[in-house]
């Protein structure tokens, strides 16, 4: 069976995507949510500090020897897919059919929001992730401080972020939200400037997290990219 493995946003787990992980297609292929160190079932992990590190810790959870896999990463997890690729190329490793990117701009662009949340205290970063929607249900700022930590440390990865010249070999698939606004079109396309393949783009309704309340279309578009790629009708 076709397998997509799909890394988290900030302060996201594996959890974060129970949810879609159900109510995924099996006939587009499973969901295998990889959990990041610090987070979930690798709370007692030390945090990774900075985005390749974190990539290689989370490369440990992705059988890539399985049949046929795909990495998705949303938001973060798409440069952390980005940069496990670049590992896995540089290891001589099996590649991913194609990356799945969404929520996320092209490596080298960096948001106004990411830029201004991080000055903010716990309390105004609290309400700027209610306002995106990134806030788990029912998780009050009483009982946030985790959640909190995790994404200040998350945003510390981004710090000294730099994607290098690197190209991966892969095909990307990028998915972005209608209205969503920490993605725009101009910065989308320029996920061609990290790939020597194809990319492939695709607009859904919905805001930053979009992919979660939609399974179904974001399963539609791999599925797809799948069939064209395998010269399948």
Same mark, same amino acid.
């Given at each position: ?78 440069l ?12 001589g490793?099996?590649?991913p ?13 960096? =948001?106004? &929001? ?26 009050s ?8 930590a ?8 981004f ?20 209205g969503?606004?920490?993605? =725009? ?5 320029? &996920?061609?400037?990290?790939?020597s ?5 695709? &607009? ?21 990219? &799948? ?7």
């Amino acid at each position: 069976m076709r397998t997509i493995f799909l890394l988290p946003y900030g302060g996201g787990s594996a959890s974060s995507f129970r949810s879609y992980v159900d109510r995924f297609p099996r006939d587009t292929g499973r969901v295998v949510p990889v959990e990041l160190p610090g987070r979930g079932k690798r709370s007692h992990e030390e945090h990774a500090t900075s985005i390749q590190e974190c990539a290689a810790l989370a490369l440990r959870q992705v059988d890539t020897t399985s049949e046929a896999y795909v990495l998705h990463g949303h938001c973060m997890g798409a440069l952390l897919a980005f940069e496990a690729i670049k590992l896995l190329e540089a290891s001589g490793g099996r590649l991913p059919r194609f990356m799945v990117v969404s929520g996320r701009n092209a490596p080298r662009h960096v =948001n106004d &929001w990411l830029k201004r949340v991080a000055t903010l205290d716990d309390r105004g970063l609290f309400g700027e992730l209610q306002e995106l929607g990134g806030v788990p249900e029912r998780l009050s700022f009483a009982m946030a401080q985790p959640f909190l930590a995790a994404i200040r440390s998350d945003q510390a990865m981004f710090i000294d972020y730099s994607p290098g010249d690197t190209r991966i070999s892969v095909p990307i698939l990028a998915l972005g939200g209608l209205g969503d606004k920490m993605t =725009n079109p101009t910065a989308l396309k320029d &996920w061609q400037d990290y790939t020597s393949s194809s990319l492939s783009i695709e &607009w859904l309704e919905g805001g930053h997290y979009f992919i979660v309340d939609q399974p179904e279309r974001v399963a539609s578009r791999i599925q797809e990219l &799948w069939r064209a790629l395998d010269g399948s009708p």
